[in-house]
């Protein structure tokens, strides 16, 4: 079973960056396409962003053109850029296949004050 971890959250003003990371335990995650997800308090979870196999790359209107999703399946992991914050942005923040094929992990926070 693939163990995700995710890390990298934090506080952070608007208008700032963080960089996450999503660590696998097994390398078969790297056969899949890996998407970054997010919950706000009350809200359902949304898929922020997806990177295939290959590299190709999708990203929820919301957030283009602010966030990159990147892999390094040397590393089995994924990583989410997020600069240009904004307070809408606050969120625990969590990595999956596009399918949602394994156990979430605990995710981290992100939390962007005004």
């Known amino acids: 079973q693939v163990r995700l971890v995710e890390s990298g959250g934090g506080l952070v003003q608007a208008g700032g960056s963080l960089r996450l990371s999503c660590a696998a335990s097994?390398?078969?995650?790297?056969?899949?396409?890996v998407a970054w997800y997010r919950q706000a308090p009350g809200k359902q979870r949304e898929l922020v962003a997806s990177?295939?196999?290959?590299?190709?790359?999708n990203y929820a209107d919301s957030v283009k053109g602010r966030f990159t999703i990147s892999r390094d399946n040397a590393k089995n992991t994924v990583y989410l850029q997020m600069d240009k914050l904004i307070p809408e942005d606050t969120a625990v923040y969590y990595c999956?296949?596009?399918?949602?094929?394994?156990?979430y992990g605990q995710g981290t926070q992100v939390t962007v004050s005004s």
């Open positions: 999956n296949t596009k399918s949602s094929d394994f156990p």
């Open positions: 097994g390398s078969i995650f790297n056969f899949y396409t």
């Open positions: 990177i295939s196999r290959g590299g190709s790359t």
